[in-house]
Every structure is written in structure tokens, then in C-alpha cells.
């Protein structure tokens, strides 16, 4: 029996399997969107045990890590769809967030993260000086402010 086969649909077979498609992401999707004064970010992480993820900090760089365990290798399966193994994505974070105090929680297949904005980044108001008269005495000239006004930076 000739089989024929084509090198290229196996290339694009493996290369879906590996790294996904648009309807299908190998890897873990996610949202993420800003409410408030933090931004949330949520993964697709659906039958990975909480135990084997792992989130990790350094700098202004979060690393997201889970694993999906390999299946027992003397069942006949039927169909294997969903990836299996070690899963990583990072996210790199602008300086206006605060990563000292970034929460993550777990529910129902979702890993959620919160991250706040910094207080730095924060809108805030500054006091300007405003109308003040000079008097010179003995030499010194001294300023004495005669209102206050407040804007936003």
C-alpha cells in the first residue's frame, strides 16, 4: 500500500499542536483590563492542579507557571486535544505598578491577578504660591504669601 504524505500539513500539524491557534491558544490565554486603581489580569489555567502553579516577581517582570500533568501512558486514548506539560507566560509590568503588592487567588480554572497602580503614578494635587509681596528690610527681602491656590498635576 503507497501512502502519500506531505511534509508541510505535518509541519503546520506540529507547529498548532505546539504553539496554538487564534481559536485555541496552546498556552494560557488571558484578559486583562485596568478597574480603578488596579489592573486585572486573568488566566485560563482549567484542570492544572493549584499546587503546581507558580507565580514569580523579579523587577518589573511576572512570571506566570503551570503544569497540566502528562497522562498515563498505558491508556488507549482516543483523543488528546488539550496540551499537557509545563506552561510559562510573562507579563512585563509598567514602573506605575506596584508589584510589592500584587494578589493572586485561584477560582474555578481562573488564576486572577490584582496589581495595583503605584501611589507614585497616582494623580495628585500640588499647592501653588500664588500674589505674594516683597518687602526689603534691612537688606533681605521677605515674601509674604497672600493666597493659596490648588491645581491638579
Do not use: Y
Amino acid at each position: 500500500m503507497l501512502m502519500r504524505t506531505d511534509p508541510f500539513r505535518e509541519l503546520d500539524r506540529f507547529a498548532q499542536q505546539v504553539f496554538g491557534t487564534a481559536a485555541r491558544p496552546a498556552a494560557m490565554p488571558m484578559d486583562a483590563w485596568r478597574q480603578g486603581d488596579e489592573f486585572i489580569v486573568e488566566f485560563d489555567v482549567p484542570g492544572i492542579n493549584g499546587d503546581s502553579l507558580d507565580i514569580d516577581i523579579e523587577r518589573n517582570v511576572v512570571t506566570v507557571r503551570a503544569e497540566r500533568p502528562t497522562l498515563d501512558p498505558n491508556q488507549e486514548m482516543l483523543a488528546t486535544e488539550r496540551p499537557r506539560g509545563v506552561f510559562s507566560r510573562q507579563l512585563v509590568l509598567g514602573d506605575n505598578l506596584d508589584t510589592d503588592r500584587i494578589q493572586a487567588s485561584c477560582t474555578e480554572g481562573v488564576l486572577r491577578l490584582r496589581i495595583p497602580v503605584a501611589e507614585k503614578a497616582k494623580p495628585r494635587k500640588i499647592a501653588i504660591n500664588r500674589g505674594g509681596a516683597h518687602h526689603v528690610i534691612d537688606g533681605h527681602v521677605e515674601n509674604h504669601v497672600e493666597q493659596r491656590g490648588v491645581i491638579n498635576a
